[in-house]
């Protein structure tokens, strides 16, 4: 689904990224962690071109991103065929990023009305159905401003979902919750794990990714330090960074 | 507070403490009314304000039709810069240099030099362009239209008025598209959304309650400005009529008195405008305003547990 050849971003003289290879399989649910600034969201940011990429391939569902590959050269895309492989893949903000000017039923609605051009009728039963499958029927009329962190982070979850996407992206979805709200948003992004939608998942919370994560990835200083299944790593590290990293969050 | 609770033993005994005067609040408050009085009585028996003529002249057809005339002025004027200080602003938000820098040169242009100067300017365009051709350059046009003709004194002073404003509209404007967080840009991005649907759906409504105040203050400012249209020379807007008027009467002052209230009764309109829009552009960001869409009493919170319970506090606390 995922396929990232040596894959590498530089901020300037600042390399945040160094050649970084890994793939991810359809319906895999991979989970990166690493310390804060080792490049794990700078990845993700990459795979649906917010980041442009300085070295490397990185493709989804077999299409390149962000380029076009023709004769031996790169052509970059047009913003619109940019914007076309963006709607197939979803993406959660650590900091929700709701629209605070519509309430969280709008918000759902806006991409696939205004992007996809559906029906209004049709695409307000789906922002319903799919505010409903987070558990927040209720507060469907409610603007961000006021509903609590975590529901605002499920209304983001039901946002990126109503764009019907091959691949979810998770940018530290928790990091910016109450603790006694984290609990609400990872069961979503569990039960989204289990309809069996790939996704990339950055994050912290090593409990989820032993849990659901079918493969775990701990990044550091730019590079993949170790990949395996996460039940091995998290308990077995084999590398020196990764050990260190894990005896402090453990 | 304030509910009369069955006597409880461990409560303690509610405050009645004898309020703190402040003397010297009432005295100024005095002083301020008697002079508003003195003032007021003086001014009615003043003979130099000559109430009967402003009551005469107030509704005059020459006066109301100029005041129209102003307005029409003022409307059109800023109809036009606000459209064009929200593409000056793009412009100068845009990566390319060239677009940004003819942006920034138009500001500098327009906002550098006086508005009545640039009104002189417009007023001999027909002096400096004979006619305007349209067509091919150095080939023969195919319309050619004599300047003068084609082009009214009136809509030399919207021109003229419109192409000042809009420079100060384009910084009212950049200041609110920077004022709205790079998430949200991202967020409408991600979701596949082109650039100028992000602008028009997202960027734009969320910049609108930081460029809104600010107009309403250029709108008022606008509405005095025409004031200066008798530079091109046009001369019947409000100002500019009532001193033709007064030239006639010998009498200035009732007829300066006349103008003034028509232009605070415009303004005073265009306040409450103002306000309206504002509430509007509030949405969703209004933490000072009770949520309407909202049911009373219910917050943010899962409908169950304390946060439920804490939030339900905000919108009683608006209120009070």
New interface residues.
């Given amino acids: 689904m995922v396929v990232a050849d040596r894959v590498s971003k530089s901020f300037g003289t600042n390399q945040v990224l160094r050649s970084i290879s890994l793939t991810v399989r359809r319906g895999e649910v991979m989970c990166m962690v690493g310390p804060s600034g080792s490049g794990k969201s700078t990845f993700l940011r990459c795979i649906?071109h917010?980041e442009v990429l300085t070295a490397g391939r990185l493709s989804v569902d077999g299409d390149l991103i962000g380029y076009r590959e023709a004769n031996g050269k790169l052509y970059e895309l047009h913003?619109?065929e940019a914007?076309?492989q963006?709607?197939d893949?979803?993406?959660v903000?650590q900091?929700f990023?709701?629209?605070?000017?519509?309430?969280a039923l709008e918000n759902v609605m806006?991409?696939p009305q205004?992007?996809k051009g559906q029906p209004k009728a049709q695409v307000e039963q789906r922002a319903r159905d799919l505010l409903s499958r987070v558990?927040l029927a209720?507060r469907c009329?409610?603007?961000?401003?006021?509903?609590?962190g975590g529901?605002q982070q499920r209304v983001?979850i039901a946002?990126?979902l109503a764009?019907e996407p091959k691949l979810m992206l998770f940018d530290e979805p928790t990091s910016a919750l109450d603790p006694e709200l984290v609990g609400?948003v990872l069961d979503v992004m569990k039960g989204l794990a289990e309809s069996g939608i790939t996704m990339i998942v950055v994050t912290h919370e090593m409990g989820f990714a032993r849990e659901v994560a079918d493969s775990l990835v701990f990044v550091d200083g730019g590079v993949v330090v170790e990949t395996g299944r996460p039940g091995d790593v998290l308990s077995n590290p084999q590398h020196q960074r990764t050990q260190a990293f894990l005896s402090k969050v453990l | 507070m304030g509910n009369p609770e069955p006597a409880d033993p461990c409560e303690s005994e509610p405050i009645r403490a004898i309020r703190l005067r402040h003397p010297w609040r009432t005295v100024l408050a005095i002083v301020l009314v008697l002079g508003l009085a003195l003032f007021v009585i003086d001014a009615a028996q003043r003979p130099a304000y000559d109430w009967p003529s402003v009551a005469k002249y107030l509704f005059d057809r020459r006066i109301s039709q100029a005041a129209l005339n102003t307005l029409q002025l003022t409307v059109y004027s800023m109809v036009i810069a606000i459209l064009l200080g929200v593409v000056l602003a793009v412009m100068r938000l845009t990566p390319n240099p060239v677009v940004k820098s003819v942006a920034w040169f138009y500001l500098w242009v327009f906002r550098g030099t006086p508005v009545y100067v640039q009104l002189v300017f417009w007023g001999l365009l027909a002096v400096i362009y004979q006619s305007i051709d349209i067509g091919i350059p150095f080939m023969d046009p195919w319309y050619s239209f004599e300047t003068s003709a084609a082009l009214s004194t009136f809509m030399l002073a919207v021109i003229g008025l419109a192409l000042n404003e809009a420079s100060y509209m384009s910084e009212i404007v950049r200041a609110g598209l920077l004022s709205v967080n790079r998430g949200q840009e991202e967020a409408a991005t991600a979701l596949g959304m082109s650039w100028f649907q992000t602008m028009r759906r997202i960027i734009l409504p969320q910049s609108m309650r930081v460029i809104i105040p600010p107009t309403g203050n250029e709108v008022i400012s606008m509405l005095k400005t025409t004031s200066l249209v008798t530079a091109v020379p046009y001369s019947f807007d409000l100002y500019t009529r009532s001193r033709d008027i007064s030239a006639e009467t010998f009498n200035p002052i009732p007829m300066l008195i006349v103008a003034s209230l028509w232009y605070l009764f415009f303004t005073s309109i265009l306040m409450v405008g103002q306000y309206f829009l504002e509430r509007r552009f509030a949405r969703g960001v209004g933490e000072r305003r009770a949520d309407r869409k909202a049911p009373a009493g219910s917050g943010p919170g899962d409908g169950a547990g304390p946060v439920a319970g804490k939030a339900a506090v905000s919108p009683e606390r608006v209120d009070a």
């Fill in positions: 649906n917010l913003p619109r914007a076309r963006r709607r893949i979803g993406m903000f900091l990023n709701l629209f605070p000017h519509m309430t806006e991409a205004r992007v558990g209720d009329d409610y603007y961000p401003a006021h509903l609590s529901q983001a946002r990126a764009m609400e």
